[in-house]
Nanobody, 113 residues
């Protein structure tokens, strides 16, 4: 069975940094594209960042220059390093695989002073 597990969320002050992690099992991780999404209360779920199996990355305009997606295939883990955090980054952050569209349970990131 496939399991996607996010971790590392928490409460940070504006301007702070946080790294969230996504561990995958039940798939050949190195063959999958992986994405980070986020959903804030009252907002649609939005794509934040993508990393392909080859390591290419893409980012939403709202996070470009502040967030970095990376992967460690030896650990079957994808990361999202979030710097210069803003209150509008507050959301539940989800990890998704492609193909298969397997989702994790999400991890809460709250940016507040």
């Amino acid at each position: 069975q496939v399991h996607i597990v996010e971790s590392g969320g928490g409460l940070v002050q504006p301007g702070g940094s946080l790294r969230v992690s996504c561990a995958a099992s039940g798939i050949v991780f190195s063959m999958y594209d992986m994405s980070w999404y986020r959903q804030a209360p009252g907002r649609q779920r939005e794509l934040v960042a993508v990393i392909t199996s080859a390591g290419s990355t893409n980012y939403a305009d709202s996070v470009k220059g502040r967030f970095t997606i990376s992967r460690d295939n030896a650990k079957n883990t994808v990361y999202l390093q979030m710097n210069s955090l803003k209150p509008e980054d507050t959301a539940v952050y989800y990890c998704k695989s492609n193909p298969g569209d397997y989702w994790g349970q999400g991890t809460q990131v709250t940016v507040s002073s």
